[in-house]
């Protein structure tokens, strides 16, 4: 019999890791059915808009990745019932510009599935290039941004408690923060403290979400 659960996604997705990650923390079976990421009409069919994470579950869709998270945690006995700390939502918030700025661009040329076609990719290019500036300066002229998450990877390493949990218990911080991590897996050049190597390395292996240290660039 086929998993009752199927989420709809890019693997490159920040919010789409989060609706994954929920399964592997809670050992549910799912599906993952990968959209290109020029398909409209798929999107638009299940819940009236181009947007992925979308769950489907015994024929009715749920996009929202939190609102994915929390329905998916609430089978069974919750695993994500730990304290959030303002810090860490204070920390993604400083660390987004700089990742976002050095991701994207990368994104647009990694071998992923949701660009497995021309269009799918130029589509993705035409549409996010704007937010950041020219792609092609950014993949050789990305320093400044690189020394700034090196930098904040180290505070980082400050502020997580455990290497399984950044508060010391699996709370949505961790959701976010490793979404980020995730992100961050794309870029070469990355310094981790061996705080933030443990904790990744620990959420990866727990959510089932394979980080993309191997085709960083
Ligand atoms: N609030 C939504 C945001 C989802 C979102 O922005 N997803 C992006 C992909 S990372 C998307 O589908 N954007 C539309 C597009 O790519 O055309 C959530 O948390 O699930």
């Known amino acids: 019999m086929s998993a009752p659960y199927s989420l709809y996604l890019y693997k490159h997705c920040p919010f789409c890791t989060k609706a994954r990650m929920i399964f592997g923390l809670k050992n549910i079976p799912y599906e993952q059915r990968i959209l290109l990421n020029d398909d409209v009409d798929g999107p638009v069919r299940m819940v009236g808009r181009k947007v992925v994470p979308i769950l489907e579950e015994d024929g009715t869709f749920m996009p929202e990745s939190m609102d994915i998270v929390t329905h998916i945690d609430g089978i069974g006995a919750p695993v994500l019932t730990g304290e959030t700390r303002s810090e860490i939502a204070d920390w993604l918030q400083k660390a987004g510009k700089p990742l976002y700025r050095l991701f994207l661009p990368r994104a647009a040329s990694a071998p992923l599935p949701e660009f ?54 699996l709370s949505t911080d961790d959701i976010h923060l490793f979404a980020h991590l995730h992100s961050l897996s794309l870029i070469r050049g990355v310094v981790y403290p061996p705080e933030v190597e443990a904790y990744r390395q620990t959420l990866s292996k727990r959510s089932r979400v394979e980080l993309f240290d191997d085709i960083a660039v």
């Open 116 to 169: 497995a076609t021309t269009s799918a990719r130029a589509g993705f290019i035409q549409r996010k290039e704007p937010s950041v500036g020219s792609f092609s300066a950014l993949l050789v002229d990305g320093t400044p941004e690189l020394a700034e998450l090196n930098v904040l990877l180290k505070e980082l390493a400050g502020l997580i408690r455990a290497s399984d949990a950044v508060n010391g218990a």
